[in-house]
């Protein structure tokens, strides 16, 4: 069965400071992958996806992600964080038949000012 | 830019109660979904729905649950007798087939 880690519960950065953030993900094939970010008390906004073609694929407000077969990793990366992106980040992955998302358990994003 | 819209954003119910959430997708799409998220733990997939029928559905959705879309616009989600377990967020999301997802802003659903 498909699955997503992200073994970050928490991670704080300074603003200006650079962001990854981890991803790895279980599945066989070519999977479909999405980084979604959930602010506090809100609905999710997908930041990027991967489907196929360029490994490295951007994103909404600075964001990119590299999709890495070999390690099983879809990483996030900002190389400015800004105090505004201080939210929950969810890694998601689409692997079979149906499309429904599996999702990560989410990393929570703290930036110090 | 057409969005994906839910009511009630907050439903306050009693145990045993029946609750019904909307959610208007986007037009032009044609799989619909239903998530929910249990306070501070991840978004889990409840049930697709696409040419009207659920197309998959998870250990979750039970025989509490129910979607149907009624007038090809709205889709909802319905718990028959709700338990405390029940309380969580609620999205609802809609696709065009093989492209992201596209979720709604939530339905808080509070079980007392």
């Known amino acids: 069965a498909q699955s997503v880690t992200q073994p970050d519960i928490h991670i704080t950065v300074s603003e200006g400071a650079s962001l990854e953030l981890r991803c790895n993900y279980s599945y066989g094939a070519t999977p479909y992958l999405f980084w979604y970010v959930q602010s506090p008390g809100q609905g999710l906004q997908l930041l990027l996806k991967?489907?196929?073609?360029?490994?490295l694929v951007q994103g909404i407000k600075g964001f990119e992600a590299e999709f890495k077969r070999s390690q099983s990793s879809f990483n996030l990366r900002k190389p400015s964080v800004h105090w505004s992106d201080a939210a929950e980040y969810f890694c998601?992955?689409?692997?079979?038949?149906?499309?429904?998302?599996?999702f990560g358990s989410g990393t929570r994003l703290l930036v110090r000012p | 830019e057409p969005e994906v819209t839910q009511t009630p954003s907050h439903q306050v119910t009693q145990m045993g109660q029946e609750v019904i959430l909307r959610c208007v997708p986007i037009?032009?799409?044609?799989?619909f979904y239903w998530y929910r998220q249990i306070l501070g733990q991840k978004v889990e997939f409840l049930v697709s729905?696409?040419?009207?029928?659920?197309?998959?559905k998870s250990e979750i959705f039970d025989d509490q649950f129910s979607v149907e879309r009624p007038d090809g616009s709205n889709f909802t989600l319905k718990i028959r007798s709700t338990k405390l377990e029940d309380s969580a967020m609620y999205f609802c999301a809609g696709q065009i087939r093989g492209n992201e997802q596209f979720f709604g802003p939530g339905t808080r659903l509070t079980v007392l």
């Open positions: 991967y489907f196929s073609g360029d490994t």
């Open positions: 037009s032009n799409h044609l799989y």
């Open positions: 998601a992955v689409v692997g079979d038949s149906s499309y429904k998302l599996i």
């Open positions: 729905f696409y040419n009207n029928e659920i197309s998959e």
